[in-house]
Nanobody, 123 residues
Framework: QVQLVESGGGLVQAGGSLRLSCAAS????????MGWFRQAPGKEREAVAA????????YYKDSVKGRFTISRDIAKNTMYLQMNSLRPEDTAVYYC????????????????WGQGTQVTVSS
């Protein structure tokens, strides 16, 4: 059974940092592109960051550029999102996803999704 499991969410003050992890099991995702998404209450899910299978290409939503860094450890079948200088508007449930053919900046092509981890940033 293919699973993506997020961890690392929590409550942090504005300006603080969190590191999210997305552990994959059930198959190797070395040939898959992966991404982070978030959904705040009452809002649509949005793409936050993405990384290609080769780790050569990345995508960041404009509002997180310079603050968030996406990475992946192929050997560990794990993806990360380092989030620095967090803002209250970053509060959301964060999801990781994987797909073989995806369109960065959208949810198009992602076949596998995690259950999400809550990130809350207090002001």
């Amino acid at each position: 059974q293919v699973q993506l499991v997020e961890s690392g969410g929590g409550l942090v003050q504005a300006g603080g940092s969190l590191r999210l992890s997305c552990a994959a099991s059930g198959r190797t995702f070395s040939g898959y592109h992966m991404g982070w998404f978030r959904q705040a209450p009452g809002k649509e899910r949005e793409a936050v960051a993405a990384i290609s299978w080769s780790r050569i290409s990345t995508y960041y939503k404009d509002s997180v550029k310079g603050r968030f860094t996406i990475s992946r450890d192929i050997a560990k079948n794990t993806m990360y999102l380092q989030m620095n200088s967090l803002r209250p508007e970053d509060t959301a449930v964060y999801y990781c996803a994987a797909g073989s053919t995806v369109l960065f900046g959208t949810s198009t092509g992602y076949d596998y999704w995690g259950q999400g981890t809550q990130v809350t940033v207090s002001s």
